[in-house]
């Protein structure tokens, strides 16, 4: 099994539609991380989390929420999707700031139509 | 923003060729990281490098660093088809690692 579990891998969904991706880990890591991927932009950071009660915006929160349910469990949801919410989503965790090491999962691409 | 920038953002290369990707960035760092994505897949990791060192070496991978200028390189020597794949480099500062735009790198057989 992978270290890094994302769900649903494929979704597409309509304008104005809640929609929740989940990510579980098995690697024991506080930190996780959601990512957002667009063609030609690379990654941008959306949440992260250091602990089960630490939760931090990135550079691009807005229209989205997350929670973090256990150490292992970290969701991220748009609340009312929109087009330009069509991405590749990846979820990722690390040990610490002194390990580094990002470990990702294999993503969630989203259509919103 | 991104903080780290790739060159070139795309690379075309013959199997058994070296391929050489650049990454820059604006502010200061404790680590610099490179990662490798196949096709929509998620990203897998290959090289970290502190800011106290100037070059590091994993297999056909050589990284180099260098602070003054704000800039790093990943070599991958005698390339093979393969390692076609999007490399990316991530800049941890403040705790976060941040991401560049990537560079594509195309091995032909």
């Known amino acids: 099994d992978a270290d890094v579990t994302q769900t649903p891998r494929n979704r597409i969904t309509k304008t104005g539609k809640r929609i929740m991706l989940e990510c579980s880990q098995t690697k024991g890591h506080d930190r996780m991380y959601w990512y957002r991927q667009d063609p030609g932009l690379g990654l941008r950071l959306i949440y992260y989390?250091?602990?089960?009660?630490?939760?931090n915006k990135g550079e691009i929160s807005d229209g989205y929420s997350v929670s973090r349910q256990a150490q292992a469990k970290f969701s991220l949801s748009l609340e009312s999707a929109i087009p330009n919410q069509t991405a590749l989503y990846f979820c990722?965790?690390?040990?610490?700031?002194?390990?580094?090491?990002?470990?990702f999962g294999e993503g969630s691409r989203l259509t919103v139509l | 923003s991104q903080q780290g920038e790739e060159d070139p953002q795309a690379l075309s290369i013959q199997e058994g060729e070296n391929a050489t990707m650049n990454c820059s960035y604006k502010t200061s760092i404790n680590n610099l990281q490179w990662y490798r994505q196949n096709s929509g897949r998620g990203l897998v990791h290959l090289i970290l490098?502190?800011?106290?060192?100037r070059e590091k070496h994993s297999g056909r991978l050589r990284v180099t660093l260098d602070t003054s200028k704000k800039s790093s390189s990943l070599l991958i020597t005698a390339s093979r088809a393969a390692d076609t794949a999007s490399y990316f480099c991530a800049t941890v500062g403040s705790y976060i690692p941040t991401f560049g735009r990537g560079t594509s790198l195309i091995v032909h057989p």
């Open positions: 989390s250091f602990d089960v009660k630490d939760i």
């Open positions: 990722a965790t690390s040990r610490d700031y002194y390990t580094g090491e990002l470990f």
């Open positions: 490098i502190r800011s106290n060192e």
